[in-house]
């Protein structure tokens, strides 16, 4: 095998790749302008975080032990590399980005870009994987996205009537006692004139939403709100969401909103749900953790979400891929007891989520890493670049009411909807 043949499969020995990260200066202010046209990958927030773009390595994974494989993949090529790294920041170095699916059938993907622009704090360096590190580090120059014009929108899978009517199904399984809470998922299709150049919503999504995760992994792209869970020098954190009201843009009634959700029995139910979940997942790999009794509301441009950080100090060496594997999928995305809830989506929801609600972050040589959860996000249709899939969902539990929860599922595909605009 060559050194610059990008790995297909975790059963293919990874290579030996060469790594090095070094300053530089004349970065843009949004790293995304750095993106070209094609195989862009992206995980900004506030200014900071990476872009990449090319393929030193990659691992395409499915099945019941992905992220097992996934976990061992990356060791083994991290075990190889020859790394000069004068940085030295969670994030610098050997670097994977990835996303993964809803189900164990859904397919996901670990992909080690050949070049890398990263910035955290007032540090910004650019780092090469073989083959690029065998030149000189690139000039970086930013590049113009090509604006969408002329989107429609047509219903995905199940129109919101049909969609209203699956609700209204799980909340009598709900209150028959077959299970606690089942989130649903529904999708739009957003049809272009043109061809859609991804980096014109992502740019969108990263001015609109600086305070969310704006992520592109393999033509996944998306601003999430939810981080599932972070990893940085053993510390352990993970941001919890469930529980949502939208936003009316009048300052005095939405404070008054947030001040009725942090109220509200049902959403504070379905947030309990959620929170539980996590910390039950993640107390194994911690020797103490910080679990807050009360959420707080969490404002964003268009909806507010009752929110729980949990946090927690790592007694293992789990990184944070593996620590995603651990969670996911939590009460969040999926339900409880999750089991019954994942086997009532595959029975009523009545589309494939793919990477929707799945994993999608990156991580480091030293197992640091964000994993969020793939959320307010859309899926270019490989066979044809003028169509995306956008998707959204619901927690569902006995006091939900169907026409509250489509009119949640709206707001929740404004973001989406918004960045595709002209």
């Not at 030193?56 to 790394?83: C, H, K, S, Y």
């Not at 909103?257 to 979940?277: G, I």
């Not at 929740?412 to 605009?421: E, N, Q, T």
Request: charged share 20%; with cysteine.
């Amino acid at each position: 095998m060559s050194l610059s043949e990008p790995v297909r499969s975790g059963r293919v020995a990874a290579p030996q790749l060469v790594v090095r990260s070094q300053p530089v200066e004349g970065v843009a202010k949004q790293l995304i302008d750095h993106l070209p046209a094609e195989g862009g990958l992206s995980w900004v927030r506030r200014g900071d975080g990476h872009i990449g773009w090319g393929v030193a390595a990659r691992l395409d994974v499915a099945g019941g032990n992905r992220f097992t494989e996934a976990v061992l993949w990356w060791q083994e090529l991290v075990g190889a590399a020859v790394v000069r790294d004068e940085i030295g920041v969670p994030g610098s170095g050997l670097v994977c980005f990835g996303s993964f699916g809803f189900t164990d059938e859904d397919p996901g993907e670990l992909v080690v870009p050949e070049v890398i622009v990263g910035r955290r704090g007032g540090t910004t360096w650019v780092t090469t994987i073989s083959p690029a590190s065998l030149a000189a580090p690139p000039d970086l120059v930013t590049h113009e996205a090509h604006p969408v014009y002329d989107v429609t929108f047509a219903d995905g899978a199940r129109s919101g009537t049909d969609w209203s009517s699956i609700v209204a199904d799980a909340i009598k399984r709900i209150t028959s006692g077959e299970l606690d809470k089942v989130v649903l998922a529904r999708d739009l299709i957003a049809i272009a004139e043109q061809p859609i150049d991804l980096r014109w919503p992502l740019r969108r999504l990263a001015e609109a939403y600086p305070n969310c995760w704006t992520f592109s992994v393999d033509g996944l792209i998306g601003a999430t709100p939810e981080l599932l869970v972070r990893r940085e020098k053993g510390l352990i954190t993970s941001r919890v969401l469930a529980g949502t009201i939208r936003r009316t843009g009048d300052d005095a009634h939405d404070l008054a909103l947030a001040a009725s959700l942090a109220r509200s029995s049902k959403d504070l139910e379905e947030h309990e749900f959620a929170v539980r979940s996590v910390a039950d997942a993640l107390k194994p790999h911690c020797k103490s953790m910080n679990v807050p009794e009360t959420p707080f509301v969490l404002h964003l441009p268009n909806v507010m979400h009752l929110a729980t950080d949990v946090a927690g100090v790592a007694n293992n060496g789990a990184s944070a891929l593996g620590l995603a594997a651990a969670l996911h999928p939590s009460a969040a995305v999926c339900g409880t007891p999750t089991p019954v809830a994942r086997d009532l989506i595959g029975e009523i929801e009545g589309m494939e989520r793919g990477r929707f609600s799945g994993p999608v972050g990156w991580m480091d040589a030293a197992g640091d890493g964000e994993w969020c959860i793939a959320l307010r996000c859309g899926q270019a249709d490989p066979t044809d670049p003028r169509r995306m899939r956008l998707f959204a969902g619901a927690g569902i539990v006995a006091g939900s009411d169907p026409t509250a929860e489509l009119a949640e599922t709206n707001a929740k595909l404004v973001p989406m909807r918004d960045a595709l605009g002209d």
